[in-house]
């Protein structure tokens, strides 16, 4: 999405609560620094060990032998002093088994069972946190291997210190109340005596309730809005702590009886602090207010107290919500962290699962209703039968039925036209499931990297080589007849992708070959290779001729179905074994087993109904604009693209119809002369279950478009798009004047620029569970910017994003209340960073929190060839303003990163930032010298955390920096101590 100075488009406060006493937030005592207690320094018995295989631990090692062979017996037991009632205990830990484990925290005699959710590998270490009760002398704390656990974790250390007291809730009815806010009690389900009302229209820029509190030292904390919100859609108001004002969002509630919480990040000052809660002149009000809460500072990963589902189980509060649905956590007895309510006609929540194979499966639905209510099942987005769900008193099941296909599925629950709705919904146990990854995108492949064959290996980062634009920047090179890759498969096969690349011609066409592939060591298909969309030269955009400078994107994707399921074990191998180039770069391999062709949905209109031919040549998109037009008049609103090669020329225009096909490997797309897409124009559109393949060789420049987006267009309310796949489209997706979109089980690959961009104006949107690769600009962006509006309360959320070219993997460009969570990023090429918030490019500013979470980023950052600077894996980049919403990076892991690991640039202000529990585990990693025209580069004074000429104040906790390479490299460099850092415990490396 950036180009080197520009974004390029695509077509062309104060309530005042003042209670009558200070309320003591936390004890005057200064806080005691974190006590660090090293497992390998406890008392080890039952087989419990020293160990240093894996690294990333503090100290001098870690506590293993927590295996099965040990359950029962394996301990670690520590003694220690501490300051006497509640403190927080801290375990940090490595779990690389893939899923959550166990295992039994003994304090002064009293246990309790911990979770410990999966880490990313063995090398990789997670915390979790829990109060405990304290002596001043004498403490013992075990941590073990229980008969009841089922453990096989490390155990690296733990840390002790003083957990701060809630004061409990400040009631908004007993505020100091100005400006129209008044105490009310018409609305049941309040706490204390009432709440208070009055931030309507009439009072806006007025209308305010003032508190007080005491804190005993200076620090972040979150500050919980309980609230009511019954218009029927999100409201906002201003909250002002010690006069710095911030936006808070509050999604609507059922009812005005109804009350939902809302929370926002602020930092205390030591002593009394003022807390307003206000409806300003930039809100939009008419909510009530019953109470506020100051929490402590924003935590790092914590268990849960919740009890778990049964097996194969899937929450549905971490589900998508839209059209008035919204969690809850009353009545008590949910499992997880609460409940879906789904209050009326258009509310929906749908849930991704993974199958272990196609076929019916059994759900068991979870939950409750006083009275009889029916909702609407939707599988991937065809809706299905209408359930009834019993009344009566407490939590209760439903099971039902649904045809389900492998890998990942959506299954959701609508409340549409007929239902009652009306009713909370906890969990769902699916048969046959196989649960999701833990971060980054469930896929139906597995990637093979190309490491045994006869070619020569080529390696390294630097930007303008292949190998900077290879997966893990290393590929095998075949220059010979007769010289292959192979690789053996771990699980069953009978469908492959190959990236690779081939050389460019004079014209700059590209070039074609094949690639023989055999499995078992029989020749069974040729995969032909193209260098079309490959090859580009000069600076941006990219216009130069072949042989002119910085040539780059190097590779593309091919792939082929195979005659039959080869079992795992089997030996494919890919060779050259034609002169018909002089060589063959092999990147990976991806191989899966497709499933046969779906049939359509009942009441389907078929496009071969209206003229559309299969692999005739002929552009297909009049007839696919036909059967769009008469769908909007049946009861299935749906249009059905077989088995195929389709021709799609041109754009075609989609609004409240489900066009869908026979699956990604099945019905395909074919655009022409740069052109070919879908428009969508409305509410209610899905697009799902096939690939489109575009035919964009260049880049754009900025305001002269000449190609189109694979989808683009105005969403509106409760649209979907799934399973579809692109290659060769200008960009994948371009979002704006959206509302509760879900978007998942993506494959984008290749664009020329954005694999997919959210803004114009757009909110509640979730992109999960999708892959992107090989984007020519950032491969997921956020864009609030002033001539379109603002992106507000979406995520990006377990998704795989690799060799982003020209920009980062992840970009929130201003906006409110946004999230990136769960992904996997790796390997940026040029100009970008691994995640990048920022108000460059004529954004908007950041309001309410915006929040980087659970994130691994692999080898990223980059060198900007056109600033000659180098970048950070994480890049904060105030360019046009400050960036003074609240920022929260938290339980992230950098590995490796190419630079610097964490960058704030430069000369503004980031004024509100939280960091916690992020691990920098290698910085530098582009070790090769190059010139980038401005001199020689290399990797000296790649830092762990970088502010560059910047101002502001962060608050860092559980931050460790360790792995630095390049000359001069540091734990932290702060130009002219500008930045106020303040340092909370478990800090290292800096």
Do not use: C
């Given at each position: 999405?950036?180009?080197?100075?520009?974004?390029?488009?695509?077509?062309?406060?104060?309530?005042?609560?003042?209670?009558?006493?200070?309320?003591?937030?936390?004890?005057?005592?200064?806080?005691?620094?974190?006590?660090?207690?090293?497992?390998?320094?406890?008392?080890?018995?039952?087989?419990?060990?020293?160990?240093?295989?894996?690294?990333?631990?503090?100290?001098?090692?870690?506590?293993?032998?927590?295996?099965?062979?040990?359950?029962?017996?394996?301990?670690?037991?520590?003694?220690?002093?501490?300051?006497?009632?509640?403190?927080?205990?801290?375990?940090?830990?490595?779990?690389?088994?893939?899923?959550?484990?166990?295992?039994?925290?003994?304090?002064?005699?009293?246990?309790?069972?911990?979770?410990?959710?999966?880490?990313?590998?063995?090398?990789?270490?997670?915390?979790?946190?829990?109060?405990?009760?304290?002596?001043?002398?004498?403490?013992?704390?075990?941590?073990?291997?229980?008969?009841?656990?089922?453990?096989?974790?490390?155990?690296?250390?733990?840390?002790?210190?003083?957990?701060?007291?809630?004061?409990?809730?400040?009631?908004?009815e007993s505020a100091q109340l100005s400006g129209g806010a008044r105490v009310e009690s018409e609305h049941a389900g309040y706490s204390g005596t009432g709440y208070v009302g009055g931030f309507t229209d009439a009072n806006r820029g007025t209308a305010t309730a003032t508190f007080a509190a005491t804190?005993?030292?200076?620090?972040?904390?979150?500050?919980?809005?309980?609230?009511?919100?019954?218009?029927?859609?999100?409201?906002?108001?201003?909250?002002?702590?010690?006069?710095?004002?911030?936006?808070?969002?509050?999604?609507?509630?059922?009812?005005?009886?109804?009350?939902?919480?809302?929370?926002?990040?602020?930092?205390?000052?030591?002593?009394?602090?003022?807390?307003?809660?206000?409806?300003?002149?930039?809100?939009?009000?008419?909510?009530?207010?019953?109470?506020?809460?100051?929490?402590?500072?924003?935590?790092?990963?914590?268990?849960?107290?919740?009890?778990?589902?049964?097996?194969?189980?899937?929450?549905?509060?971490?589900?998508?919500?839209?059209?008035?649905?919204?969690?809850?956590?009353?009545?008590?007895?949910?499992?997880?962290?609460?409940?879906?309510?789904?209050?009326?006609?258009?509310?929906?929540?749908?849930?991704?699962?993974?199958?272990?194979?196609?076929?019916?499966?059994?759900?068991?639905?979870?939950?409750?209703?006083?009275?009889?209510?029916?909702?609407?099942?939707?599988?991937?987005?065809?809706?299905?039968?209408?359930?009834?769900?019993?009344?009566?008193?407490?939590?209760?099941?439903?099971?039902?039925?649904?045809?389900?296909?492998?890998?990942?599925?959506?299954?959701?629950?609508?409340?549409?036209?007929?239902?009652?709705?009306?009713?909370?919904?906890?969990?769902?146990?699916?048969?046959?499931?196989?649960?999701?990854?833990?971060?980054?995108?469930?896929?139906?492949?597995?990637?093979?990297?190309?490491?045994?064959?006869?070619?020569?290996?080529?390696?390294?980062?630097?930007?303008?080589?292949?190998?900077?634009?290879?997966?893990?920047?290393?590929?095998?090179?075949?220059?010979?007849?007769?010289?292959?890759?192979?690789?053996?498969?771990?699980?069953?096969?009978?469908?492959?992708?190959?990236?690779?690349?081939?050389?460019?011609?004079?014209?700059?066409?590209?070039?074609?070959?094949?690639?023989?592939?055999?499995?078992?060591?029989?020749?069974?298909?040729?995969?032909?290779?193209?260098?079309?969309?490959?090859?580009?030269?000069?600076?941006?955009?990219?216009?130069?001729?072949?042989?002119?400078?910085?040539?780059?994107?190097?590779?593309?994707?091919?792939?082929?179905?195979?005659?039959?399921?080869?079992?795992?074990?089997?030996?494919?191998?890919?060779?050259?074994?034609?002169?018909?180039?002089?060589?063959?770069?092999?990147?990976?391999?991806?191989?899966?087993?497709?499933?046969?062709?779906?049939?359509?949905?009942?009441?389907?209109?078929?496009?071969?109904?209206?003229?559309?031919?299969?692999?005739?040549?002929?552009?297909?998109?009049?007839?696919?604009?036909?059967?769009?037009?008469?769908?909007?008049?049946?009861?299935?609103?749906?249009v059905w693209i077989p088995a195929g090669r389709f021709n799609l020329h041109s754009l075609v225009q989609v609004d409240g119809v489900d066009v869908r096909g026979a699956?990604?490997?099945?019905?395909?797309?074919?655009?022409?002369?740069?052109?070919?897409?879908?428009?969508?124009?409305?509410?209610?559109?899905?697009?799902?279950?096939?690939?489109?393949?575009?035919?964009?060789?260049?880049?754009?420049?900025?305001?002269?478009?000449?190609?189109?987006?694979?989808?683009?267009?105005?969403?509106?309310?409760?649209?979907?798009?799934?399973?579809?796949?692109?290659?060769?489209?200008?960009?994948?997706?371009?979002?704006?004047?959206?509302?509760?979109?879900?978007?998942?089980?993506?494959?984008?690959?290749?664009?020329?620029?954005?694999?997919?961009?959210?803004?114009?104006?757009?909110?509640?949107?979730?992109?999960?569970?999708?892959?992107?690769?090989?984007?020519?600009?950032?491969?997921?962006?956020?864009?609030?910017?002033?001539?379109?509006?603002?992106?507000?309360?979406?995520?990006?959320?377990?998704?795989?994003?690799?060799?982003?070219?020209?920009?980062?993997?992840?970009?929130?460009?201003?906006?409110?209340?946004?999230?990136?969570?769960?992904?996997?990023?790796?390997?940026?090429?040029?100009?970008?960073?691994?995640?990048?918030?920022?108000?460059?490019?004529?954004?908007?500013?950041?309001?309410?929190?915006?929040?980087?979470?659970?994130?691994?980023?692999?080898?990223?950052?980059?060198?900007?060839?056109?600033?000659?600077?180098?970048?950070?894996?994480?890049?904060?980049?105030?360019?046009?303003?400050?960036?003074?919403?609240?920022?929260?990076?938290?339980?992230?892991?950098?590995?490796?990163?190419?630079?610097?690991?964490?960058?704030?640039?430069?000369?503004?202000?980031?004024?509100?930032?939280?960091?916690?529990?992020?691990?920098?585990?290698?910085?530098?990693?582009?070790?090769?010298?190059?010139?980038?025209?401005?001199?020689?580069?290399?990797?000296?004074?790649?830092?762990?955390?970088?502010?560059?000429?910047?101002?502001?104040?962060?608050?860092?906790?559980?931050?460790?920096?360790?792995?630095?390479?390049?000359?001069?490299?540091?734990?932290?460099?702060?130009?002219?101590?500008?930045?106020?850092?303040?340092?909370?415990?478990?800090?290292?490396?800096?």
């Amino acid at each position: 999405m950036l180009s080197k100075l520009s974004k390029r488009g695509l077509a062309a406060v104060t309530t005042t609560v003042m209670a009558a006493g200070l309320i003591t937030l936390w004890s005057t005592a200064a806080p005691a620094a974190p006590a660090v207690l090293e497992a390998e320094s406890a008392a080890l018995s039952g087989g419990a060990r020293v160990e240093s295989e894996h690294t990333g631990y503090s100290g001098t090692g870690y506590a293993g032998g927590f295996t099965d062979a040990n359950r029962g017996t394996a301990k670690a037991t520590f003694t220690t002093n501490a300051a006497a009632g509640q403190n927080t205990l801290t375990l940090r830990y490595a779990n690389g088994t893939g899923s959550t484990r166990t295992l039994t925290l003994s304090v002064n005699g009293s246990a309790r069972q911990l979770s410990l959710p999966a880490t990313a590998g063995w090398a990789s270490w997670g915390s979790v946190r829990q109060n405990v009760q304290l002596n001043a002398t004498g403490n013992a704390i075990a941590v073990s291997y229980g008969a009841g656990d089922n453990g096989n974790v490390n155990l690296d250390h733990i840390t002790i210190e003083p957990a701060p007291t809630s004061g409990g809730d400040l009631e908004a009815e007993s505020a100091q109340l100005s400006g129209g806010a008044r105490v009310e009690s018409e609305h049941a389900g309040y706490s204390g005596t009432g709440y208070v009302g009055g931030f309507t229209d009439a009072n806006r820029g007025t209308a305010t309730a003032t508190f007080a509190a005491t804190s005993g030292s200076a620090g972040n904390s979150e500050l919980t809005l309980r609230y009511a919100n019954g218009t029927g859609s999100t409201r906002s108001l201003s909250v002002s702590v010690n006069g710095a004002v911030r936006q808070v969002s509050l999604p609507a509630t059922a009812s005005w009886s109804t009350w939902g919480t809302a929370t926002a990040a602020v930092t205390l000052n030591a002593g009394v602090n003022t807390i307003a809660v206000s409806y300003g002149a930039g809100d939009n009000g008419n909510v009530n207010l019953d109470h506020v809460k100051l929490s402590t500072a924003v935590p790092t990963t914590t268990t849960t107290t919740n009890p778990p589902g049964p097996a194969g189980s899937y929450e549905l509060e971490s589900g998508f919500l839209s059209g008035g649905a919204s969690t809850a956590t009353s009545p008590s007895g949910a499992t997880g962290t609460g409940s879906v309510t789904l209050p009326g006609n258009g509310a929906r929540v749908i849930r991704s699962i993974n199958q272990t194979s196609a076929g019916n499966a059994t759900i068991t639905l979870r939950h409750t209703n006083s009275s009889a209510g029916t909702v609407t099942l939707y599988v991937n987005g065809v809706k299905g039968p209408r359930l009834s769900l019993s009344g009566g008193s407490g939590w209760r099941t439903t099971t039902h039925s649904a045809a389900l296909r492998s890998g990942l599925n959506l299954i959701g629950y609508h409340v549409t036209t007929g239902d009652t709705g009306g009713v909370q919904l906890d969990n769902i146990a699916v048969t046959n499931t196989a649960g999701l990854a833990a971060r980054g995108a469930t896929v139906p492949y597995t990637t093979y990297e190309t490491d045994n064959g006869t070619g020569t290996r080529i390696s390294g980062r630097t930007y303008t080589t292949e190998a900077a634009e290879a997966s893990g920047r290393s590929a095998m090179k075949l220059t010979g007849t007769g010289q292959y890759v192979q690789v053996t498969l771990t699980k069953p096969a009978n469908a492959i992708t190959v990236r690779a690349g081939l050389p460019d011609d004079a014209s700059g066409n590209g070039t074609t070959a094949p690639l023989a592939v055999y499995a078992g060591g029989t020749k069974v298909r040729d995969l032909t290779l193209t260098s079309k969309y490959s090859w580009m030269y000069g600076d941006y955009p990219f216009t130069a001729g072949p042989g002119g400078a910085r040539p780059h994107r190097y590779f593309d994707d091919s792939r082929v179905l195979l005659p039959q399921t080869y079992p795992a074990g089997t030996v494919l191998r890919l060779a050259k074994d034609t002169n018909a180039t002089s060589y063959i770069t092999v990147d990976l391999v991806e191989a899966e087993v497709v499933d046969g062709p779906t049939a359509a949905p009942a009441g389907y209109l078929s496009i071969t109904d209206h003229g559309a031919r299969a692999d005739d040549g002929v552009d297909d998109s009049a007839a696919l604009r036909s059967a769009v037009s008469a769908a909007r008049g049946t009861t299935a609103r749906g249009v059905w693209i077989p088995a195929g090669r389709f021709n799609l020329h041109s754009l075609v225009q989609v609004d409240g119809v489900d066009v869908r096909g026979a699956g990604t490997w099945h019905t395909v797309l074919l655009g022409a002369d740069r052109r070919g897409g879908f428009y969508v124009a409305g509410a209610d559109t899905t697009l799902a279950d096939f690939t489109f393949d575009g035919d964009v060789t260049t880049r754009d420049p900025d305001g002269a478009p000449s190609s189109d987006a694979f989808v683009e267009g105005e969403f509106g309310t409760g649209s979907l798009i799934f399973n579809v796949a692109s290659d060769h489209a200008k960009v994948g997706l371009w979002i704006k004047q959206a509302d509760g979109l879900l978007v998942s089980g993506l494959r984008i690959r290749n664009t020329m620029a954005d694999g997919l961009n959210v803004n114009g104006n757009t909110a509640n949107v979730r992109v999960e569970q999708s892959n992107f690769r090989n984007t020519g600009d950032d491969a997921l962006a956020m864009w609030s910017w002033e001539a379109a509006g603002t992106v507000s309360r979406s995520v990006f959320a377990f998704n795989t994003v690799a060799l982003p070219i020209l920009a980062n993997g992840v970009a929130i460009y201003g906006g409110t209340d946004n999230r990136a969570e769960d992904n996997l990023i790796t390997d940026t090429v040029f100009n970008g960073s691994g995640v990048m918030l920022s108000t460059w490019h004529a954004s908007m500013p950041f309001n309410g929190t915006t929040t980087v979470q659970r994130n691994t980023l692999t080898r990223t950052g980059t060198r900007n060839w056109d600033w000659h600077t180098h970048t950070g894996a994480i890049w904060l980049f105030a360019e046009r303003a400050d960036i003074t919403g609240a920022v929260v990076l938290r339980d992230l892991e950098i590995n490796d990163s190419n630079y610097h690991g964490l960058l704030l640039s430069w000369n503004k202000a980031v004024s509100n930032l939280t960091v916690a529990n992020v691990g920098i585990n290698g910085t530098g990693g582009a070790t090769e010298s190059f010139d980038d025209g401005a001199g020689s580069v290399t990797n000296a004074d790649s830092h762990g955390i970088y502010f560059y000429l910047m101002s502001g104040t962060g608050r860092f906790d559980g931050v460790t920096v360790s792995g630095l390479k390049g000359t001069g490299s540091r734990g932290m460099v702060n130009d002219e101590n500008r930045y106020t850092v303040q340092r909370g415990g478990g800090n290292s490396g800096w």
